[in-house]
């Protein structure tokens, strides 16, 4: 018996029946998918798949694909829910993985991006062409490094979100962690910036849009064609190419999101604001950045940084 590829869509059917998250769902039936790909390279059927099989998937993601250890973990998490499911669901007789220990979190924090960093990737992201792409880009950054919003929530964000009264500006962030944040004077002013610039669209893929995104793709060379979605692969495709160029490999949204608590933390915050801001549950992060601080500086946390004051 081989495994019917409907399956996921199936997969992802139960996920939506139990509360899961979009994002959630896309992971982890994208996570599925791969695997069953992985098994189709090497024709093993169901009957075949033993927890060594994923001992082997775990290493050829580590190899091959260059996978960090907790993107390998999050991917045998996934994996593991759809095995359930096809058990569950009688397609195969019982789950080989969850006798299979799930990999240890890395809960070390990595060397972290420096302020100067971030200001090269802006500028670098504001110096492409064509204008629309730049400024989207330098927005782009911005949002992830001096607010830490994340990945599912950026590609999500509407125009209808960003409030600007006066003096003051504030950008309402959805989804499960849904929460309305004050935005510096620098991520307002790319953002800005950005929205004349998009305006300024007159595609109709964008005008006749009726679901009006703040990010949107653009396909060529030239950015000829715009598409009114960003897909979370083509937000990691664009911190590739301006991480390449600092050069920084693989630049990623988590390494961004932990920018800013560093940076929060500097400004001064109370680690309960920050927590609001970034849509945190759990002190857990940001007590590890606050030991971080202390251990470099003494008693004082980070020292407050200039690159964008909140």
Avoid at 155 to 172: A, K, M
Avoid at 195 to 206: D, G, M, P, T
């Amino acid at each position: 018996m081989t495994l019917d590829y409907q399956m996921v869509e199936r997969f992802a059917d139960s996920l939506r029946s139990r509360g899961k998250q979009p994002a959630t769902i896309e992971s982890y039936c994208r996570d599925a998918q791969r695997f069953l790909d992985y098994l189709g390279r090497y024709d093993l059927p169901p009957s075949a798949v033993e927890p060594s099989t994923l001992m082997g998937y775990q290493d050829f993601l580590r190899s091959d694909l260059e996978e960090r250890d907790n993107s390998v973990r999050r991917t045998v998490i996934g994996i593991r829910q759809f095995f359930r499911f096809l058990s569950e669901s009688r397609a195969i007789s019982s789950t080989p993985f969850d006798s299979v220990p799930i990999p240890m979190r890395d809960e070390a924090l990595g060397k972290g991006l420096s302020t100067e960093q971030i200001a090269e990737l802006i500028h670098i992201a504001q110096s492409g062409r064509p204008a629309c792409k730049a400024a989207r880009d330098g927005a782009i950054v911005s949002l992830l490094a001096y607010e830490g919003v994340k990945a599912n929530e950026l590609i999500n964000l509407r125009w209808v979100d960003l409030i600007t009264e006066g003096s003051t500006s504030s950008l309402h962030i959805g989804g499960s962690r849904a929460r309305s944040i004050r935005l510096s004077d620098a991520t307002l002013s790319l953002l800005l910036a950005y929205r004349s610039q998009y305006l300024n669209i007159r595609h109709h893929a964008i005008v006749q849009a009726t679901d009006k995104r703040i990010f949107v793709s653009f396909k060529g060379r030239d950015a000829s064609s715009p598409l009114p979605v960003m897909t979370r692969h083509g937000l990691k495709f664009i911190l590739y190419e301006l991480g390449d160029k600092l050069p920084l490999a693989k630049l990623n949204t988590e390494q961004l999101r932990h920018y800013a608590v560093s940076y929060l933390i500097g400004l001064g915050r109370a680690p309960e604001e920050i927590m609001a801001h970034l849509g945190l549950r759990r002190l857990g992060n940001i007590a590890k950045h606050l030991a971080q601080g202390k251990r470099l500086t003494g008693d004082n946390p980070l020292p407050a940084q200039s690159a964008a004051p909140l």
